[in-house]
Each structure stands twice: as C-alpha cells, then as structure tokens.
C-alpha cells in the first residue's frame, strides 16, 4: 500500500507525508542461511528507514515434539509445527557484555516498534505459520537490550498480541539488568506482560562485574529487589540465563553458588544454562566436555530446575551478532 492510498488522511498529509519521505515499509529477508539442525538465521533489512537500509538478526528455530506419532494423524501433525522465533530489539548494543559479538558493534540505533515486530511477521510469513493452529514461542533475545528500548519494545508486544493474535505468555523477554526497565515491566497488565529471563551468567558480582560491565551500575542484588516487583502469573517462573565460559563461569563450586544465590531470592526460578559459543575475536573459550552436565547435575542436587538450551545452528554464525559482523564486515 502507499501513503497516497490511504484515504482516511487528509489530502493535504498524504501529500506532505510523501514529500517527507515517508514510506510504508515492512522490515524484509535479505538474507537467510540454514542450519542442518533446521534453524535459520536471517539478516532482516529495515528499508526506508534510514538514508540506507539497516539489518539485525533474527533465527527461527523448528522443534517438532512428535507427540502424535502413530496416532493415524501424521499428515495433519506434519501440517502442525511448534517453533521460537528470537527477534532483535536495536540494532547493536551498548551494553558491552564481555562475550557477546553484537557488543562488538556498538549501539547504532533502536529498532522501532513496527521494526521489532515486523521481524516476527517477516518470519511467521516465511515460514507460513497460523498462528491460530501452530504453537509459535517468541524471545526477544537477538540483538540489543530491550529494556534500553523500552517504549518501542512494549509497543512492539501490544502489536504482535493485538494485530497478530499472539499470545503474550508465549514470548519472553531477557534483559541485562536494567533496573529501571524490570521496574516499569512490573507495571504492564498481564495480558501484555510477557515472561522475564535475567540474563546472570556469573555467580557473584565479583565475576559478573568483569564479564558485563552493567553489573557495576545495578549489581545482581538491586537486580533481583527489581524482579520482586514483577507480579508472576500463576506456574510462572522467572528464568535466569547462564552462558557458561571455559574456565570463568562453568565449575561445579559456581554451580554451587549460582544455586545459593537463586535460592536466596525466594522467587519461583529456573536456570537456563547455554554453553557460550565462540566468536571471531572474543577471547573466551567453551566449556570442556561434560562441563555444561555437571553443572546441571549440581543445580539438580541442590533443588534447581536447570535445563539446557541447545546451541541451535552452530554451523551458522551461532553467536547473536555473528551473522551481520561476517555477511556486511
Ligand atoms: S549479551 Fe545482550 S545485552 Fe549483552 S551486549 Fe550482547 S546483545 Fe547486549
């Protein structure tokens, strides 16, 4: 559609829109490249944005359950799909965590509300998923701190409940620690209000400090006095992420300690723990074999639900930032 079609503006708008330069435009795949596990990572552009188009990152990850197999109703169940999309909220990042390779790009700009969810809809399309019969997750965890876009982040959730039929007790958000971010996402109705994931990875601010510096401003525990606000639903959990480096962050005694601190906190939680995926220039390492288990196995023993993400499309530019640092240079 252009500007000039629609006609419930006044003439005179339409004409000075176009003269502005305003176009209707929805962010678009430049760029798509697939992993053998079935995931997929984009480059997504957002045309008539700026002087020139800009990209971020968005993945799709399929993950049939099978649940139906030999029930008679394999041809409708192979028409059925459950997926989660992860969505970028800027494009780059100014909160320069230590291992992450968007940080490598600095903060260029925040995406726009229609930007963050146009993603999703880009990828719903690609993908032609109904969102009324397929079961579609949505996590803004690509590109960027939402919390540092938080206007546009939550307008972006209001329309993809609104207009797109998502749910938002499908999507989750993961932040940093931006306190005053967790202190207005407390306040959104629940209806609009998706899950929270704190984004730990360390178990001291000792640790945490030095593999992202945000620590420094708002520490692990005025973090937590921040979640304490947020008004759970029934069965919710909040989740914190762990990315387990070689050597700094993987070892049984920080198991033992990341299970105190989560103990602590009193709150419904869950771990998620990632092994870290190695980025050109980033001078971590991964975990040793078995090390990511371990730690699990700790976590178990000492009460807390700890489950492992799987590094989807590690033959792809796994790492969050990788796919734009080495497709654009
Ligand atoms: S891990 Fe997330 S918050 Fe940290 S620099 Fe990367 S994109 Fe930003």
């Known amino acids: 559609m252009e500007i000039s079609e629609i006609t419930t503006l006044p003439k005179s708008l339409r004409l000075r829109l176009v003269a502005e330069g305003w ?5 678009a795949i430049a760029k798509a490249f697939q992993s053998a596990d079935g995931t997929e990572r984009y480059l997504i552009e957002f045309e008539g944005a700026t002087p020139k188009p800009e990209s971020a990152e968005a993945v799709w990850m399929p993950e ?3 649940g139906e197999a030999g029930d008679g109703s394999e041809e409708e169940a192979k028409k059925w799909r459950r997926a989660t999309i992860c969505v970028s909220s800027q494009v780059g990042c100014a909160v320069n965590c230590r291992f992450c390779l968007t940080a490598k790009l600095g903060l260029q700009r925040n995406l ?5 969810a146009g993603q999703v809809v ?9 969102v009324s019969r397929d079961r579609v997750n949505l996590v803004f965890m690509g590109m960027g701190e939402p919390f540092l876009n938080y206007d546009n982040f ?7 409940v609104r207009e797109v039929g ?18 207005r996402f407390a306040q959104e109705p629940p209806d609009l209000r998706p899950k929270l994931a704190i984004s730990l990875n360390a178990p001291n601010d000792h640790i945490r400090a030095e593999i992202m510096p945000i620590d420094r401003k708002w520490p692990i525990a005025a973090v937590i006095d921040a979640v304490r606000r947020v008004p759970l639903r029934p069965h ?10 070689g050597g700094v962050t993987d070892r049984p005694e920080h198991a033992r300690e990341v299970a105190r601190l989560v103990r602590r906190t009193g709150l419904p939680a869950k771990v998620n723990l990632i092994a870290w995926n190695p980025g050109p220039g980033i001078s971590y390492t991964m975990p040793q074999s078995g090390a990511v288990e371990a730690f699990q196995k700790v976590l178990a023993e000492e009460g807390i639900p700890a489950h492992l993400r799987q590094p989807r499309g590690r033959d792809i530019f796994a790492a969050c930032g990788q796919l734009k ?5």
């Open 23 to 27: 176009q209707i435009a929805r962010p």
């Open 64 to 66: 049939g359950d099978g």
């Open 112 to 116: 726009a509300a229609g930007e963050i």
């Open 122 to 130: 880009a990828v719903l399309e690609r993908h032609a998923v109904r």
């Open 154 to 160: 939550m307008a972006a959730v209001r329309l993809l």
């Open 166 to 183: 998502l749910s938002a007790q499908r999507m989750t958000v993961s932040t940093s620690g931006i306190v005053p971010g967790i202190e």
């Open 236 to 245: 919710e959990r909040i989740t914190f992420e762990y990315v387990l480096l």
């Open 325 to 329: 640092l080495t497709v654009e240079g």
